[in-house]
């Protein structure tokens, strides 16, 4: 029988609304509802509140999205809030209400799931390579990891671990070992409200071993130990580096949700009702509520999202909100502007200045070239290298260039334009 995607996708959020609760209350916190909203409340600074797949009634989502902020903030321990969503709604209402409240959009989760039924292909795996499942959580302890800095597939697996005697027949915890070193590991969770799904989270393999095999080999030995245990499907939300490898090992795409986060800045100073406002109505492109606010902005100050104005127009696809504030004199931005499909004022933007071209951004840690590496975009990338952008500029937390972003990321028609502009970069440089 083939897989029915949309009682996967439900699946997947039944699933992963075990695990977060799973989590809170291993930590010593709850699971509440508010008018719809499925959240949970850990009571640990480590772990971020979590909002589930939340449906909004008309008309008073505001409200209550103001009611579990205040429970979060009254709690005053957690590092954080996110918001999960089985499809890609940041321009809807919920998203609205979020970015006005101090969330900022985040990555898309990729929600994907294994028909267990189905046959498929491995891939060739290292000589050496052993995958066992773990059950002692010195396992994962590593000199390196001694360092809050340390790898953090390990400590997202000794964390996990820990769910591993909490919840036994619930939770497996999985290492891969190479030559008797530990490389990767992944979890594995049964949720026993939901028959015959599984969960997989936390694939991870050292940086220095990808891309040999190991994270197919460890998650194919995760799903077989679902369908000994009786499980049908596993299901999992893919982050952009991870959904190139589930496909090799028999998942197919679901559906893209979104992700939205909310970082300890903004829960400790939350948003003035003013910023609400002016927020919502940049993100609706509501004009007259923008004419209409009763004290003058600051047009260019991020917003408690962390996003200036004119990014949160961009975001929201509002040109009409993004001119009104470049009326008033805010600055441009040359992502908002091609967001918004502005191409030519971008051009002319960049013939006319090219100060930041290069520069790092202190949110991503990327410059603007790195940014068009990840959206996989050939025609912003060209725009910018023809304005002069540096093509062999690094990001502050790889160290990388745009080049090793585009080689790492697969985007062969990037690599081309980059690995040529290098070139041309390093004769210039030598001439």
């Given at each position: 029988?083939?897989l029915n995607r949309a009682r ?146 390990r400590r997202t697996a000794r ?273």
């Amino acid at each position: 029988m083939a897989l029915n995607r949309a009682r996967a996708l439900h699946g997947a959020a039944l699933a992963h609304r075990a695990w977060f609760a799973l989590g809170a209350r291993h930590s010593g916190g709850d699971i509440y509802r508010e008018s719809g909203i499925w959240w949970t409340l850990p009571a640990s600074g480590a772990l971020t509140a979590t909002l589930a797949f939340p449906w909004l009634r008309p008309g008073a989502g505001g409200a209550a999205l103001d009611a579990i902020l205040r429970g979060i903030r009254a709690q005053g321990r957690v590092r954080g809030a996110s918001c999960w969503t089985l499809r890609p709604e940041h321009r809807t209402e919920l998203g609205v209400l979020l970015v006005a409240r101090g969330f900022e959009v985040g990555w898309q989760a990729h929600w994907m799931a294994r028909d267990l039924s189905a046959p498929y292909a491995l891939r060739r795996t290292p000589t050496g390579l052993e995958i066992a499942q773990v059950e002692d959580v010195r396992t994962w302890d590593h000199r390196e990891d001694a360092h809050p800095d340390g790898p953090e597939w390990r400590r997202t697996a000794r964390v996990n671990q820990e769910l591993v005697a909490l919840r036994p027949q619930q939770v497996w915890e999985f290492g891969a070992f190479l030559d008797g070193e530990a490389v990767g590991g992944t979890t594995l969770f049964v949720p026993p409200e939901l028959p015959g799904v599984a969960l997989l989270n936390d694939v991870g393999v050292a940086p220095e071993q990808r891309r040999r095999g190991i994270g197919s080999a460890i998650t194919d030995v995760a799903c077989s130990h679902a369908r000994a245990l009786g499980c049908r499907m596993v299901v999992l939300n893919a982050t952009p580096d991870g959904e190139r490898l589930y496909p090799h090992v028999g998942f197919v795409s679901l559906s893209r949700g979104q992700t939205w986060w909310m970082h300890r800045p903004a829960l400790e100073t939350p948003p003035t009702p003013d910023q609400v406002r002016f927020t919502e109505a940049l993100a609706r492109g509501d004009l007259p509520a923008l004419e209409s606010l009763p004290d003058d902005p600051d047009l260019d100050a991020p917003l408690p999202s962390g996003s200036t104005p004119l990014q949160v127009a961009a975001t929201f696809g509002q040109s009409d909100a993004a001119g009104w504030l470049l009326d008033r004199g805010a600055r441009f931005d040359v992502l908002a502007g091609w967001d918004l499909g502005w191409r030519e004022r971008v051009a002319e933007q960049l013939r006319r200045s090219t100060e930041g071209i290069s520069a790092v951004a202190p949110r991503s840690g990327a410059t603007l070239l790195h940014e068009a590496v990840l959206r996989n975009d050939l025609a912003l990338l060209r725009t910018l290298l023809a304005a002069g952008a540096d093509p062999t500029v690094q990001d502050s937390t790889h160290h990388a260039t745009p080049l090793g972003w585009a080689r790492f990321m697969g985007r062969a028609d990037l690599v081309e334009l980059l690995e040529r502009a290098e070139w041309d970069h390093r004769r210039d440089e030598r001439e």
